[in-house]
C-alpha cells in the first residue's frame, strides 16, 4: 500500500495567514507516461462528509475559493490556504488514487490561533 | 447535481453481516465506479472498495476475504456487504462516486453510523 504522512496533525493560524499542510507519499504518485500527479485534498467539517478540494494535485475543484491551492509532485505535496477565513476550519486530508488501496492521509485538523 | 444516500441498519450484531445500501439520484449510474469508504469516530479514512456497474470489483486486500459490493441499476443502486464484523467494523460508512478520469471522490453520501455491539 501507499502510505500517505501528513504534517502537522494540527495546526493553529490567525485569521487572514497562511495555512500550510504537507503530505507525503510512500512512493511516487507521478504517472510517466501523462505527467499527471495521482493526489487528492478534501475538506471535511464536522458531521459532514469530506468534499475534495483539490485533484490532480493542483487543479481546483469547481466553486472552491482560489484562495485554496496545491502543488508538490512525486513524492511530496503541499495545500496552501492563503488567507484563512473562519469557515477553514476544519481537517484536511490527502488521497493518492495513484494504485489500489487508495489510501488517504492520517489528517491535519486546522483551528483559528 | 449527483446525490448519494446511505441506507441500512445502524446496529449489527458481532460475527454477522452488515449490509448497507447507496441510492444515486441526478446521474447516470452507468459510467462510473463507485466506492465505499468508512470512517470510524474520530479518526481518519479508509476505502473498503469499489465497483462498476459492468461488474468489475476493486476491494481493499486489508477487508477483501470479508467484503462484497453489487449493483443494480435499474434501482441505481449499490451495495456493500461486510460479513463476521466486530467492534473494529464500527464507523461512519460513507458511498461516493469515483470521478471519471481519476479515482478521486466527487460526491459523497452524508454517512451512516454503523456500531457493531450485541
Known amino acids: 500500500d501507499i502510505v500517505m504522512t501528513q504534517s502537522p496533525d494540527s495546526l493553529a493560524v490567525s485569521l487572514g495567514e497562511r495555512a500550510t499542510i504537507s503530505c507525503k507519499s510512500s512512493?511516487?504518485?507521478?504517472?510517466?507516461?501523462?505527467?499527471?500527479?495521482?493526489l487528492a485534498w478534501y475538506q471535511q467539517k464536522p458531521g459532514q462528509p469530506p468534499k475534495v478540494l483539490i485533484y490532480?494535485?493542483?487543479t481546483r475543484e469547481f466553486g472552491v475559493p482560489d484562495r485554496f491551492s496545491g502543488s508538490g509532485s512525486g513524492t511530496d505535496f503541499t495545500l496552501t490556504i492563503s488567507s484563512l477565513q473562519a469557515e477553514d476550519v476544519a481537517v484536511y486530508y490527502c488521497?493518492?488514487?495513484?494504485?489500489?488501496?487508495?489510501?488517504f492521509g492520517q489528517g491535519t485538523k486546522l483551528e483559528i490561533k | 447535481q449527483v446525490q448519494l444516500q446511505e441506507s441500512g441498519p445502524g446496529l449489527v450484531k458481532p460475527s454477522e453481516t452488515l449490509s448497507l445500501t447507496c441510492t444515486v439520484s441526478?446521474?447516470?449510474?452507468?459510467?462510473?465506479?463507485w466506492s465505499w469508504i468508512r470512517q470510524p469516530a474520530g479518526k481518519g479514512l479508509e476505502w473498503i472498495g469499489h465497483?462498476?456497474?459492468?461488474?468489475?470489483?476493486n476491494y481493499n486486500p486489508s477487508l477483501k476475504s470479508r467484503v462484497t459490493m453489487s449493483v443494480d441499476t435499474s434501482k441505481t443502486q449499490f451495495s456493500l456487504k461486510l460479513n463476521s464484523v466486530t467492534a473494529a467494523d464500527t464507523a461512519i460508512y460513507y458511498c461516493?462516486?469515483?470521478?471519471?478520469?481519476?479515482?478521486?471522490?466527487?460526491?459523497w453520501g452524508q454517512g451512516t453510523l454503523v456500531t457493531v455491539a450485541s
Open positions: 461516493a462516486r469515483d470521478h471519471n478520469t481519476g479515482r478521486y471522490f466527487d460526491f
Open positions: 441526478g446521474g447516470s449510474i452507468s459510467d462510473n465506479y
Open positions: 465497483i462498476f456497474p459492468g461488474g468489475s470489483t
Open positions: 512512493q511516487s504518485v507521478l504517472y510517466s507516461s501523462n505527467d499527471k500527479n495521482f
Open positions: 490532480w494535485a493542483s
Open positions: 488521497q493518492q488514487y495513484y494504485d489500489t488501496p487508495y489510501t
